[in-house]
T-cell receptor, first 114, second 114 residues
Framework: DARVTQTPRHKVTEMGQEVTMRCQPI?????VFWYRQTMMQGLELLAY????????DSGMPKDRFSAEMPDATLATLKIQPSEPRDSAVYFC????????????FGPGTRLTVT | QKEVEQNSGPLSVPEGAIASLNCTYS??????FFWYRQYSGKSPELIMS????GDKEDGRFTAQLNKASQYVSLLIRDSQPSDSATYLC??????????????FGKGTKLSVKP
């Protein structure tokens, strides 16, 4: 049963601490997306990788967020330092380039920054 | 700014009725259109995709696309209480550096009453 996995599922941290979220895309998928979901803003794209290369991170606050894909089976999203306004659910999704170009979501990481 | 607009609802329908969910988008270059279902506390789940004008049926679900009017809809026939969820419309281009990027609407909350 191919699915996207994310760890941790829940994270509570204090303001100023570093947070690292991990994602394992579906085997064979060559695109990975990081989204943030809040009640106010809905789903927002933070970063987008194709064949491990970052293509679009315009949605990400550059001063505190960073996204990497050290290998084809792991994508990371890091926040340093974290702030209360970063509290949200962070989703990773993966897809296979081509048509149809469908994205499949992981279960998400619920982040609470106090 | 590319936008996807949905009525936030809640849309309430009785069990067995047809639920009609609507979405408009701003980018005329959009090529691919998706409907995701998101249960409370869960991740978005892809339920329908449509790429050409007209209707596409899958079980109780029918997606309708009108590119001239920049309008996409989802019909759910014989609605069940288990269909109660938030439905997210997503739109993508199939060209250029943003290929595969999805722009999401904020979703319509559907409630099916027994």
């Amino acid at each position: 049963d191919a699915r996207v996995t994310q760890t941790p599922r829940h994270k509570v941290t204090e303001m100023g601490q570093e947070v690292t979220m991990r994602c394992q895309p579906i085997l064979g998928h060559n695109t990975v997306f990081w989204y943030r979901q809040t009640m106010m803003q809905g789903l927002e794209l933070l970063a987008y990788f194709r064949n491990r290369a970052p293509l679009d991170d315009s949605g990400m606050p550059k001063d505190r967020f960073s996204a990497e894909m050290p290998d084809a089976t792991l994508a990371t999203l890091k926040i340093q330092p974290s702030e209360p306004r970063d509290s949200a659910v962070y989703f990773c999704a993966s897809g296979l380039e081509g048509t149809p170009y469908e994205q499949y979501f992981g279960p998400g990481t619920r982040l609470t920054v106090t | 700014q590319k936008e996807v607009e949905q009525n936030s609802g809640p849309l309430s329908v009785p069990e067995g009725a047809i639920a009609s969910l609507n979405c408009t988008y701003s980018d005329r270059g959009s090529q691919s259109f998706f409907w995701y279902r998101q249960y409370s506390g869960k991740s978005p789940e892809l339920i329908m995709s449509i790429y050409s004008n007209g209707d596409k049926e899958d079980g109780r679900f029918t997606a309708q696309l009108n590119k001239a009017s920049q309008y996409v809809s989802l019909l759910i026939r014989d609605s069940q209480p288990s269909d109660s969820a938030t439905y997210l419309c997503a739109v993508s281009t199939n060209y250029g550096g943003s290929q595969g990027n999805l722009i999401f609407g904020k979703g319509t909350k559907l409630s099916v009453k027994p």
